[in-house]
Structures are given as structure tokens and as C-alpha cells.
């Protein structure tokens, strides 16, 4: 893997070849075409947008192959276009294809007319061209390719045709003949602006006017003298002034009216309608009715996989196979070995053998502070006396595996509980997206999100939550406002259980019958859709619309898929294991100095005051935020050991789903907001998730329980 960061201005001696175009038009599936599995995945700097890039050889030349975000304008309205936008004007030199959708070319044109404008050689591909074929939309590529003035070709990039050719014209591309013609008192301006900025641009002078004008002024605000921001500025306010109607909308009327008469010219359609499966099930989708079906099979399908598959079968086998029976026992037989200090192990039998090479000058009597150091899995017997220098090799020992050593619980958890259950939802994840899916859940679930402030979009990071919200975080990325990106990563740390903790859940509710499933639902959903609504009253910032287009549903290709989830494995062994090795190592500090039990015995009354619960009830909750479905797992030993009746059931379910997560999450959510809102997050969902669920307890016990 190559492991140079996305977005960087100046990448190596290698040249860029930039690919570019709107949402869901098989961009990524021409980068995977081009690239192979050379792929790596990085944040843009300065922003949380993700980039991919590449590397490969084209004609003989290296070259760095950039995968820019979906944009439907560089007049960016979203973090995601102004990072495409920043790439663009950030690599003047570089080859750029431009990727369409055959059966949408109007709207594939309002870039290209940007493209265009900022005088940004390009190729143009028409891809998915067999699905234009078959609904009876026709483009003549000769013939927008002579209006354009850059090359035009036809694709279908799934079954890679079209792929070489498309890449090669990119490599051969110059400047598009095509103006955008404007009134002429905003082409007049547009001249004055572009005359007042200095001759060093990276994009043409009166492109990057237009976009001014048109509103995106952030990179000409970074990049050019002020005196000279003073004169456009004051251009643009005369500009403004001559008319009622904003200049940004006059520009987007002129440009469209110009792609609209361009269109007449280039295509046309004899609304030939198809009735194959992939049409009846693209219909069926959005639908109000049908489509609950389709999506209640597909979450249906996703639980079963991932579920079952993922969190049971492939969890069982790591865990309890392969690491609990032959890797910890392995590790802490050669770390033994190694150290040579005797003890009762909690992952050995309870038998040891004494062996201790005593060093007189450096024996010291076990006293009870160093019985606490040595921790009470240490059986030393009486008259032993051991060195400093033998505690302090203990202390690494237990550092790697002890109770909470980096093997035994960091990488045991990391790969033998989390990684099979992400990477079966990676793999779903996968193909709900290559099936071109994924935007109708949006739109199914559009309306009951605008109730939170979010829209549809909102529902692709809580479907990844039931699968890890560590990672469901970082994807909260895709949704375009800062404001969203904060309310659904706060709904997804305060409801949303991981696939590991909601199979220990399902199987605890399962034992209170229907009334205690209701209770538990319920609560959830309606705590969720509150603090949701509370939340889009509260935060500042902004609201954006769902704007999608509903790609045809199609056959998920193999290649595409193994592409994509190795990919997002990759970055989870990057991003996520090392959390893990943190929160571990926070867990033993925690230990060593007694806080962990200080912990415990602060929490007990409100555990066992507020909640109703038992004592030991409070060591579930504590290692719930350190490792959640081990907490959920807490509770379902005191479950089936008979110590939680099915009120006190439902009571420590709603409390430990409505739980922060686990610390790895916390350690996320100050990555991708700040630190700041990762704390006062984590103060607000510690006694809300309490509160919450005392006011369940007493509310069953008013209505007399279940």
C-alpha cells in the first residue's frame, strides 16, 4: 500500500490524474479499473472529507490516480465539493476525466460547463451507457463532442469497457471550446474581476470570476492580496445592485438554458420502458409500501449476515478457537517463559510451581502494599521475598498479558470480536452500494430524519452503527453540513448498539417476552427522536436538503466489492485497533491505581438506589464503556443467573443501549469533531442514559410492571 496523504498539493515527482464528476456515476468503479488494489484512503487536510488515491502507470508515465468526491457543482455547497473544487485548482497540470451518467447527461453538463469555464483540460466519459441503451436515451458523442471542444467517449465500467479509451483522451485533453454565455452586464463584470487578479492563476481568470460571483469566494479570500479582494468586491456589489434577482442565480439560469439548448441538439429518447427484475425491484424500492418490504428483507438479510455470520459464528471461532484457545494461552505461555516469575494466571490453571531466583541484596518481604501492586491474580506464598527489578518485569508482563494487556484484551478484542463483525458489515456495506441501494434507503427514510434536523443520507452511518459506531462515526463524513454531521454522531454514541451488543440484547429482551421488547424499543426510539429534535433546536449551523439520483439498480460486481471492503479493513487496522490498544492501556492505569474500584463503589447507590438494580450490576456498566458488549454480556450473567427480574431486565437494557458507546468511540468522536464535543457528549449521554432508565423503572412499576 502506498501511504502518501490525499490532497496534497504537490504529490512526489508523478504526475495527477484527476477523476471528476456527480454522485453515483461509476467514478469509484472507474478508479478501481484504472488503479487495482493499489489503493490508498486519506482526509483531505484541513477537512474530514476522505480522499482516494492510487498509483499506476499510464502510457509509461507514473501517475497518481486522485478519486474526488461527488459533486453536482464547483461552486461547492458542501465540504465535498469544495474539497473537489481545492483539488482541482490545487493540480493546474494534471490530466482530468470527467465521468458521467449516460441516462443523465444534463446534469453530468452543468460541471462540464464549470470544467469549462475554469478552462480545466478534460475528457468526458458517457458511463453506465448499456442502461441509457436500454431506456432509450441516446447521446451523440460525436456531436457533443464538437460542442464541447474535448473528447467524448462511451463507457461501461463495470464490465470495463471503455475504461482505456476514456483514460486515454483524458491524457490527451485540452481546453474545452465551451463559454457559458452571461448577460452581458455579468460578463462585463466578470472581465473586470478577472483583469483585477494577478496573471499567476492556477485556473482561467474569468472562471474563477464566475465563481465568484456565483458566491464561492473561500479560495479567491486564501489566495489572492487584499487590495485586490477590495476592487472584485466592490465589482460585485455594483454587479448586484443592477438588478433585483441575485447574481448566483442569473449565472445558473444562463448555464442551464445553455446545456438545455445543447441537449436538443445531442440527444434524445424514445422512452423505450424495460420491465427486467432490476426495474420492477428499482420501483418496488421507493415505494411507500412495497418499499418497507424491501427494506425490511434487506435489513433482514444484513441482521442475518452480520449477525448471526459476523457476530456469531465468525466471533465464536476467533475468539473462542483461535484466541482463547491457541493465541492468549501461547502469548502468556512464552511471556512466562520469558520473565520466568511464578503465578496463578486468570488465563492458566490454578496451579504454579515455585521457581524464584532471589537476589538477596534486593529482597524486600511481601508486605500488603506490595500484594496490591502485584495484583491478586499473584498467589505468592508466605516467606517469599521478592526484588523490585522481578515487580517491575509484573508490571510488563501485565502490560501484555494481564488482565487488560494489549494481547489478551486490546488485540483480542480488536481482532477476534470487532474486525470479523465490521468486516462482515463491510462486506453488505459493499454490496447495498454497488447495487445502487443504498440512495433509496435515504429516500425511504428521508421524512422521519427531517424530524431531527437531518435527511435520508442520515441513514447510512446509523445502518454502519449496528455494526460498530466507531466506525459509523467516521462515515457520519458524508452528510454535508457540520451541524448534521454532530446530531447524527451524538444519536449514534446515545442509541445506537453495536452488532456485538445488540445479539446479547435480543437474547435478554427474548426473555421478557413482547411487553418488555415494546418497553425496550419504544424508549429507545423515542428518546432517540427527541434528542434528535432537541439537538437541530439547540445547535447552530445549518440544514441541507436530500439531493440524490436514484442510480439503476444493478447486479453487484465481485471485484468491486473484495476493492471496497479491503479497503475500509485497511483503514480500520489503521484507525481503529490502535484506539483500542489506548483504551486498553487506560484500563490498566485505571486498575494499577485503584480507580476502577473507586469507580464501582461511587456508582453502587445510583445503580442500586435509582436503577434497582443489583451491586454487581455497576461492574457491567463500567466495563460498558471500556468494552460495551462485554458490559451488555455483564448483564446477561446476572440475567440468566436469576438476579434481574424482568423489570430490573428492561431497566439495565434501556441503560446500557442509551450508554456511551465504549471508549474507543470517545476517542473517535474527538477525532473527527474535537475534543470539546467529545466530552460534553460523553457528560451528557453518562447520567442521561441513568436518568432514562430510572424513569423507565418507576414508569413500569406505576403501570404494574410487565
Request: glycine letters at 8%; one cysteine or more.
Amino acid at each position: 500500500m502506498h501511504s502518501h496523504s490525499a490532497g496534497t498539493t504537490e504529490i512526489d515527482s508523478e504526475r495527477a490524474f484527476v477523476l471528476v464528476g456527480n454522485p453515483n456515476v461509476g467514478k469509484s468503479v472507474f478508479f478501481n479499473q484504472i488503479t487495482g488494489r493499489y489503493v490508498t484512503v486519506a482526509n483531505y487536510p484541513g477537512t474530514t472529507v476522505e480522499i482516494a488515491t492510487g498509483k499506476t502507470d499510464l502510457g509509461g508515465t507514473p501517475y497518481t490516480i486522485i478519486d474526488t468526491p461527488g459533486v453536482n457543482s464547483l461552486v461547492p455547497m458542501s465540504e465535498d465539493e469544495a474539497v473537489t473544487r481545492d483539488i482541482l485548482l490545487s493540480q493546474p497540470h494534471a490530466a482530468v476525466l470527467q465521468v458521467a451518467d449516460s441516462k443523465n447527461t444534463r446534469r453530468a453538463l452543468i460541471v462540464s460547463a464549470q470544467l469549462a469555464d475554469l478552462g480545466v483540460p478534460f475528457a468526458l466519459a458517457l458511463n453506465m451507457s448499456d442502461e441509457a441503451d436500454s431506456r432509450g436515451v441516446f447521446v451523440d458523442a460525436e456531436a457533443l463532442q464538437s460542442a464541447l471542444g474535448v473528447p467524448v467517449t462511451r463507457s461501461v465500467a463495470v464490465r470495463n469497457d471503455g475504461v482505456d479509451s476514456a483514460v486515454n483522451a483524458a491524457l490527451k485533453a485540452e481546453q474545452s471550446s465551451f463559454r457559458t454565455i452571461l448577460p452581458d452586464e455579468i460578463e462585463i463584470a466578470a472581465g473586470s474581476i478577472a483583469a483585477a487578479l494577478p496573471d499567476d492563476l492556477p485556473r482561467d481568470g474569468r472562471g474563477l470570476a464566475i465563481s465568484w460571483l456565483s458566491g464561492d469566494d473561500d479560495w479567491i479570500r486564501v489566495n489572492i492580496e487584499p487590495d485586490a479582494i477590495a476592487e472584485i468586491e466592490r465589482i460585485r456589489h455594483e454587479t448586484e445592485n443592477q438588478s433585483t434577482e441575485r447574481i448566483s442565480s442569473r449565472i445558473n439560469q444562463a448555464r442551464l438554458d445553455q446545456i438545455d439548448r445543447l441537449m436538443d441538439d445531442v440527444s434524445y429518447s424514445n422512452a423505450q420502458e424495460t420491465t427486467s427484475w432490476a426495474t420492477h425491484l428499482a420501483s418496488w424500492s421507493t415505494d411507500p409500501v412495497k418499499g418497507l418490504v424491501v427494506l425490511g428483507l434487506a435489513l433482514l438479510a444484513t441482521f442475518w449476515f452480520v449477525g448471526l455470520l459476523g457476530a456469531g459464528t465468525a466471533v465464536d471461532t476467533l475468539e473462542t478457537l483461535i484466541f482463547g484457545r491457541y493465541l492468549s494461552p501461547s502469548a502468556v505461555t512464552v511471556v512466562d517463559w520469558i520473565f520466568q516469575f511464578p503465578h496463578t494466571h486468570l488465563l492458566e490453571d490454578n496451579e504454579w510451581v515455585l521457581s524464584l531466583p532471589l537476589t538477596p541484596a534486593h529482597e524486600i518481604p511481601i508486605t500488603e502494599s506490595v500484594k496490591d501492586v502485584l495484583g491478586a491474580d499473584y498467589q505468592i506464598p508466605a516467606g517469599v521475598a521478592l526484588s523490585w527489578f522481578q515487580i517491575a518485569l509484573k508490571f510488563v508482563h501485565d502490560v501484555l498479558v494481564g488482565p487488560y494487556g494489549q494481547f489478551t484484551m486490546a488485540l483480542s478484542y480488536g481482532f477476534a470480536i470487532v474486525l470479523p463483525i465490521v468486516g462482515f458489515f463491510f462486506i453488505v456495506f459493499s454490496i447495498l452500494e454497488d447495487s445502487g441501494y443504498l440512495p433509496r434507503l435515504a429516500v425511504m427514510s428521508n421524512r422521519i430524519f427531517r424530524v431531527m434536523g437531518l435527511n435520508g443520507k442520515a441513514i447510512l452511518p446509523m445502518m454502519l452503527g449496528l455494526g460498530c459506531d466507531t466506525m459509523a462515526t467516521m462515515t457520519s463524513r458524508i452528510l454535508a453540513t457540520t451541524k448534521e454531521r454532530v446530531i447524527v454522531t451524538l444519536l449514534l454514541a446515545l442509541g445506537v448498539p453495536c452488532s456485538a451488543q445488540l445479539g446479547v440484547i435480543l437474547g435478554m429482551v427474548a426473555g421478557t417476552g413482547l411487553a418488555g421488547a415494546v418497553w425496550w424499543i419504544g424508549t429507545v426510539a423515542v428518546v432517540m427522536l427527541l434528542v434528535g429534535w432537541l439537538a437541530s433546536k439547540v445547535l447552530p449551523g445549518e440544514e441541507s436538503d436530500l439531493i440524490l439520483e436514484l442510480p439503476a439498480l444493478r447486479q453487484p460486481q465481485m471485484g468491486n466489492i473484495v476493492i471496497k471492503t479491503v479497503a475500509r479493513v485497511e483503514w480500520y487496522l489503521k484507525e481503529v485497533v490502535p484506539l483500542f490498544m489506548l483504551g486498553t492501556a487506560v484500563l490498566f492505569v485505571l486498575d494499577l491505581v485503584g480507580a476502577l474500584s473507586v469507580i464501582e463503589r461511587m456508582a453502587s447507590p445510583l445503580v442500586q438506589g435509582w436503577l434497582g438494580l443489583p451491586a454487581k450490576a455497576t461492574e457491567a456498566f463500567l466495563i460498558g464503556f471500556l468494552r460495551r458488549d462485554y458490559g451488555a454480556a455483564g448483564l446477561l450473567v446476572l440475567h440468566m443467573d436469576g438476579l434481574l427480574d424482568p423489570i430490573q431486565t428492561v431497566v439495565s437494557l434501556v441503560t446500557i443501549t442509551l450508554f456511551v458507546p465504549c471508549i474507543a468511540n470517545v476517542f473517535i468522536i474527538a477525532k473527527e469533531r474535537n475534543v470539546g464535543t467529545a466530552i460534553w457528549m460523553t457528560a451528557f449521554i453518562f447520567p442521561f442514559a441513568f436518568l432514562v432508565g430510572g424513569l423507565v423503572r418507576h414508569a413500569m412499576l406505576f403501570v404494574g410492571g410487565i
